[in-house]
């Protein structure tokens, strides 16, 4: 990019030297004829042998002329090009002029040379070689006193006028061209300035959206992680608190309350620790998912004191750790929201392996909910909304299945190919 930058700026440099001369050459047009018209009538002047009367006929034939080319030309508009009829008047009345001052004093072919420069201004093409060869051909013939004696002079200075009036006729065009390329140049180089500034804001504004999502998708995270920690944890601890003061008067049940309470803690801390640092849950620390679930099942049956069927089917095939930590996590909060709100009596939780599919399915024997409405809706929670969006991060599906009073299912589904190939990629 920095080298990008920096030859754009060299070809802006560049653009910028290339139209100064194109101004110094539309100066120069501008001021040459007034200058060779000075130095001819001063050089018509100091010619020896003339009048004060033809002097004064000089000075006036010449103020004419500058008055000609100062109205018809210098105040001219700026594209002269685009107004081919006013250029043509102008250079026929320039030529006669100038013929005018030749015939009185040869000298004034310098003001007649400034017809080559202006015969540029001439459209269409045939024009600007047509106003160079008259040009050519006045300056020839009026200076070297026409018609020749000779033939050798008829064949010298007309192969001169032929000459001139090609050479310069293809150099004012090549000048044309090569001024509509620096033109097309200089347009270029602007729209790409233009194009890398928009490109400069347009990165800018992604890398603001970029910088926003990346805090938006963190704050999900940690709500995900709060949510599925913290939260059931506070919440399993408040369950066995509760229980603790309903079992008073049974010391054995009063301190398995206090116990599962303390381990509900310790776990939450743990938990909430690693979800501050991104790391996988512990239940996945050095062991497949799998057990993973069989051993969060058991826990949670233990603490809830309902039964839970664990089953595995299919051959176990290696997720990716974002597929796994979802998985876990889905079990996680069903289970949550089953001891919450579905006084179950019976838990089943099944992992499929399928091929290119693994599948995880949760149903209880609890009151269930209309699905007319959402879990989150019915029940005012953040689970189920947590367990959508960690199947999208792995290109998974969520569904759920329930009516009052005859339980509830959620089944969720994650494609192998997507955990594997895409993650790799990713």
């Known amino acids: 990019m920095e080298k990008q930058t920096d030859r754009v700026e060299q070809e802006g440099e560049n653009t910028t030297h290339e139209m100064t001369w194109e101004q110094w050459g539309r100066r120069i047009g501008n001021s040459l004829p007034y200058l060779t018209l000075a130095a001819a009538l001063v050089l018509a002047w100091l010619q020896p042998g003339q009048d004060g009367r033809l002097r004064i006929e000089t000075t006036l034939l010449?103020?004419?002329?500058?008055?000609?080319?100062?109205?018809?030309?210098?105040?001219?508009?700026?594209?002269?090009?685009?107004?081919?009829?006013?250029?043509?008047?102008?250079?026929?009345?320039?030529?006669?002029?100038?013929?005018?001052?030749?015939?009185?004093?040869?000298?004034?072919?310098?003001?007649?040379?400034t017809g080559f420069f202006h015969a540029s201004d001439l459209r269409p093409w045939p024009l600007v070689?047509?106003?160079?060869?008259?040009?050519?051909?006045?300056?020839?013939?009026?200076?070297?006193?026409?018609?020749?004696?000779?033939?050798?002079?008829?064949?010298?200075?007309?192969?001169?006028?032929?000459?001139?009036?090609?050479?310069?006729?293809?150099?004012?065009?090549?000048?044309?061209?090569l001024g509509s390329l620096s033109e097309q140049r200089r347009q270029a180089v602007e729209r790409l300035e233009a194009a890398q500034a928009e490109n400069a804001g347009l990165q800018a504004q992604l890398l603001t959206q970029a910088r926003e999502a990346g805090i938006l998708e963190e704050r999900q995270r940690l709500a995900r992680e709060i949510h599925d920690t913290l939260a059931q944890g506070l919440t399993g601890i408040i369950t066995q608190l509760g229980a603790v003061q309903q079992?008073?008067?049974?010391?054995?049940?009063?301190?398995?309350?206090?116990?599962?309470?303390?381990?509900?803690?310790?776990?939450?801390?743990?938990?909430?620790?690693?979800?501050?640092?991104?790391?996988?849950?512990?239940?996945?620390?050095?062991?497949?998912?799998?057990?993973?679930?069989a051993d969060t099942a058991r826990r949670w049956s233990q603490v809830q004191a309902v039964q839970v069927r664990m089953v595995t089917t299919g051959e176990p095939v290696a997720l990716s750790a974002d597929a796994d930590v979802a998985l876990l996590r889905v079990a996680q909060e069903a289970l949550a929201n089953i001891a919450k709100h579905a006084r179950a009596t019976r838990v089943?939780?099944?992992?499929?392996?399928?091929?290119?599919?693994v599948a995880l399915d949760i149903r209880d024997d609890g009151e269930g909910f209309a699905v007319g409405e959402t879990a989150d809706d019915a029940r005012g929670g953040f689970g189920f909304e947590s367990m959508r969006q960690r199947m999208a991060q792995v290109g998974g599906t969520l569904d759920v299945e329930s009516e009052p009073g005859y339980g509830t299912a959620i089944s969720v589904r994650v494609p192998v190919s997507y955990t594997q190939q895409e993650q790799a990629d990713a």
Do not use: C
């Open 348 to 357: 089943d939780i099944t992992l499929s392996y399928m091929g290119d599919v």
């Open 62 to 113: 010449a103020t004419l002329a500058a008055g000609w080319v100062f109205l018809l030309y210098t105040r001219g508009p700026a594209n002269r090009r685009g107004h081919p009829l006013r250029m043509l008047i102008y250079y026929g009345g320039f030529l006669a002029l100038s013929a005018a001052l030749m015939a009185r004093q040869p000298i004034f072919f310098l003001f007649a040379v």
């Open 129 to 177: 070689f047509l106003g160079v060869g008259l040009t050519s051909t006045l300056m020839n013939t009026l200076i070297t006193g026409f018609p020749w004696p000779e033939r050798s002079s008829w064949f010298f200075f007309g192969s001169l006028i032929v000459f001139q009036t090609l050479a310069i006729g293809f150099g004012n065009l090549l000048a044309d061209r």
């Open 247 to 293: 079992a008073k008067d049974d010391p054995e049940r009063w301190q398995q309350h206090v116990e599962n309470a303390l381990a509900l803690a310790r776990e939450s801390l743990n938990e909430a620790r690693r979800s501050v640092h991104a790391l996988r849950p512990a239940p996945l620390e050095g062991t497949r998912l799998p057990d993973a679930l």
